[in-house]
């Protein structure tokens, strides 16, 4: 075997001589250290025992990862509910033996692998050596794996896969989590990330496959000498800038262009690629800002590796677009599937755009180049725009009045996804598609979010609106002007304990009694209430929400008498209450301050009313 990093050859030498006292934990422990092959995480559970931390030994080996929203995702570091050697090991197992069930041509087919820049030497479980084990459980099974020989952005897996044709696909990616965290996100042949009822079978699989098959499946340089590895790396990234080149509709004009852009990969993946993409469209490079470019999993020089939380992560940009007179920012994350955007403005220093705002430009600017090739109005009978449910209600808009569809989703690009590929299959067209969370696709490359194309065609909207004397946050205006203004606020508070979060949302359902919702919130009264955990929905004839029930999750959406949507929902990937509040006004409705004001009432009855953040200890977001 290759260099197992650290791998103990007798497995019980070291096995802790002394007990816990409790015999379940003990147990725990005993199957770890028997299963784990890895020395740095070997040690840091027999450090534990030793110094006696047991509620840090019950919290690491007494629960297992559940996928959420993006996949499994959790600190790196020993334990059955963490991201390591082992883990990902029994996840490969589960998957495998899954995919083996559904596609009698698996082995030929094969599963793309992909990974991020994530991982620092001493948790010992970097993203490409968590990729490379992910491969050598698949190739202990004789299956082809299209393993990338370097790290990519996140919508090259699911790119990958339907350019190859694969059954399925994994990447080992946090996105924008803490430095601490990693993930394993799933994707199905269609290219979406796994939803039910997959991951639940896949997690039930997992179970079924929780020993090592083989010491093969820990070798992590198998696949440097297996004849069933290919590198998809060239081809995917010639046939995505191929594919890309179809979304630029105005390359003479880009070409000629006088904008100047700035652009940070958040010390992630995506420097070369969205250099790449620039080319395509005809732009001259971005500007890249120099502490941020290269990987680093240390993510160095922000607070937090995450461009939505604003202009607080984004000083570097800034300062650096300033000093090179630039006039757009543009922001990924560190898998590239995100974008933020800023623009210089006269009036304020830097408008930083909303996920929201940004798709409300994006979804118009889609939609305005479509026209222009598709001039029958009866083509559009055959067009969508998606967004997730707690995302702005603006595309709903533009359908009203342009008249192609808009449909909403639960939370997580993982619907978008599988419904843009349901409707494909029956012949209409997803042109747009975005989740708040400055997650966007324009066109339908493939069925997930990606910063990378996204970066390329907001930089051309900016040409095509600078040559008509026009701003971003002009235009922006303009386009509420004719659909109506959306205002909205999206934030978060932090709380680390589980039960509160529970107790929270429970206080919320019985809140003038058993089974009784809150009838108001900031003086306004509320007409109607969805309840996607328990299936509850008002509006609704019978009761029953439209959006599938999700009992594992919590998120409760009130429609107000004044044109305010309010929801709350546990984040599916971090410790946190997310709040999302929108005013939809009408068209030629101007009054901006004053619908901010009223949208700002109802936000604060939400936050202190149903949330109670003295009472509960939660952290307030801080930016």
Aim: with cysteine; charged share 20%.
């Amino acid at each position: 075997m290759g260099d197992n990093n650290g791998v103990n050859g007798d497995l019980n030498a070291n096995l802790p001589c002394q007990s816990t006292g409790e015999p379940q934990l003990d147990k725990a422990v005993r199957q770890w250290l028997s299963w784990d092959q890895n020395g740095q995480t070997r040690a840091q559970v027999q450090a534990l025992v030793v110094a006696g931390h047991l509620d840090e030994l019950k919290t690491r080996l007494c629960s297992r990862m559940s996928f959420g929203t993006a996949g499994l995702r959790a600190p790196m570091g020993a334990g059955f509910s963490r991201i390591n050697d082992l883990t990902v090991i029994q996840s490969t197992q589960g998957l495998c033996a899954y995919l083996f069930r559904h596609f009698p041509d698996f082995t030929s087919r094969g599963v793309v692998v992909g990974f991020d820049t994530r991982g620092q030497e001493e948790s010992g479980c970097s993203s490409q050596r968590l990729a490379k084990l992910t491969a050598a459980v698949m190739l202990s099974r004789d299956v082809h794996v299209h393993l990338f020989s370097s790290f990519v952005p996140t919508p090259y897996v699911p790119y990958a896969i339907k350019t190859l044709g694969a059954a399925a696909g994994v990447m080992i990616t946090a996105s924008h989590n803490r430095k601490e965290d990693n993930g394993y996100k799933v994707y199905w042949c269609n290219g979406a990330q796994i939803c039910s009822p997959h991951d639940k079978e896949i997690l039930q699989s997992i179970e079924e496959q929780l020993e090592p098959w083989s010491s093969s499946c820990w070798d992590a340089e198998l696949v440097e000498n297996s004849s069933l590895r290919t590198d998809p790396l060239l081809k995917v990234n010639s046939c995505y800038m191929e594919e890309l080149a179809s979304l630029c509709l105005h390359r003479d004009l880009n070409r000629s262009c006088p904008l100047k852009f700035v652009h940070s990969s958040f010390h992630g993946v995506g420097n070369e690629f969205v250099q790449q993409a620039f080319k395509t469209f005809g732009f001259a490079p971005p500007i890249p800002v120099p502490e941020q470019k290269d990987p680093d999993p240390y993510f160095s020089s922000v607070r937090v590796p995450n461009p939505e939380e604003g202009e607080s992560v984004l000083a570097l940009s800034l300062r650096l677009a300033e000093r090179e007179n630039a006039q757009i920012v543009l922001a990924t994350d560190p898998d590239a599937d995100r974008l933020a955007v800023a623009e210089r403005s006269d009036r304020c220093g830097w408008k930083v755009f909303s996920g929201n705002e940004l798709a409300a430009l994006l979804g118009w600017w889609m939609f305005f180049n479509w026209k222009e090739a598709h001039p029958d109005p009866a083509d559009t009978r055959k067009v969508f725009m998606l967004a997730t449910t707690v995302s702005s209600k603006i595309l709903q808009a533009f359908a009203r009045i342009e008249g192609f569809h808009f449909e909403e989703t639960l939370p997580g690009f993982k619907w978008i996804g599988n419904r843009m590929h349901e409707l494909t299959k029956t012949g209409n067209s997803v042109i747009f598609a975005f989740e708040e969370s400055i997650g966007f696709l324009c066109g339908s490359m493939m069925p997930e979010k990606d910063g990378v194309s996204s970066a390329a065609v907001v930089a051309e909207m900016a040409a095509y609106l600078f040559s008509k004397n026009l701003t971003l946050d002009q235009q922006l205006h303009n386009i509420y002007q004719i659909y109506g203004y959306h205002i909205s606020q999206t934030s978060y508070v932090v709380c680390h304990d589980p039960p509160t979060i529970q107790k929270i949302f429970y206080r919320i359902r019985n809140y003038h009694g058993d089974g009784s919702y809150p009838k108001m919130c900031g003086g306004y009264n509320i007409l109607h209430v969805r309840d996607v955990t328990t299936g509850y929905d008002s509006s609704q004839p019978d009761l029953r929400s439209v959006l599938p029930v999700t009992k594992s999750s919590q998120m409760i959406t009130f429609v107000l008498e004044n044109s305010v949507v309010a929801t709350l929902r546990k984040s599916g990937t971090e410790p946190k209450i997310k709040y999302y509040t929108e005013l939809c006004a009408s068209p030629g409705r101007s009054d901006v301050s004053c619908l901010e004001a009223e949208l700002q009432k109802v936000t604060s009855a939400l936050l202190e009313e149903f949330l109670e953040p003295e009472k509960n200890n939660l952290v307030r977001r801080s930016v």
